[in-house]
């Protein structure tokens, strides 16, 4: 069975930063494209970084130039560095990652972690 989980959330005040972190867990035989995904109250969820596993990366124009996104493939540990917080920001971070086992391909989620920007 294949487990995200994720830690590093919390409060921080506008101009802050945060790092979460994203670990995936199991009978993982290759994970291809990982990423960091939001969603704020009364929204949608919306892509907010994603890496392959060659690192190539993709980020929201919200983010650009704020976030980085990292990976470990080693660890199958993906990262996101949020630097200068807005408290637009402020939403339930999902972990996403393409798994492949020995038996199928899946899309996993994380449990999620809050992060609320807020003087």
């Known amino acids: 069975q294949v487990q995200l989980v994720e830690s590093g959330g919390g409060l921080v005040q506008p101009g802050g930063s945060l790092r979460l972190s994203c670990a995936a867990s199991g009978s993982i035989f290759r994970v291809n494209i990982m990423g960091w995904y939001r969603q704020a109250p009364g929204k949608e969820r919306e892509l907010v970084a994603a890496i392959t596993s060659g690192v190539d990366t993709n980020y929201a124009d919200s983010v650009k130039g704020r976030f980085t996104i990292s990976r470990d493939n080693a660890k199958n540990t993906v990262y996101l560095q949020m630097n200068s917080l807005k408290l637009e920001d402020t939403a339930v971070y999902y972990c996403?990652?393409?798994?492949?086992?020995?038996?199928?391909?899946?899309?996993?989620w994380g449990q999620g972690t809050q992060v609320t920007v807020s003087s």
């Open positions: 996403n990652a393409d798994i492949v086992t020995m038996v199928s391909r899946d899309d996993y």
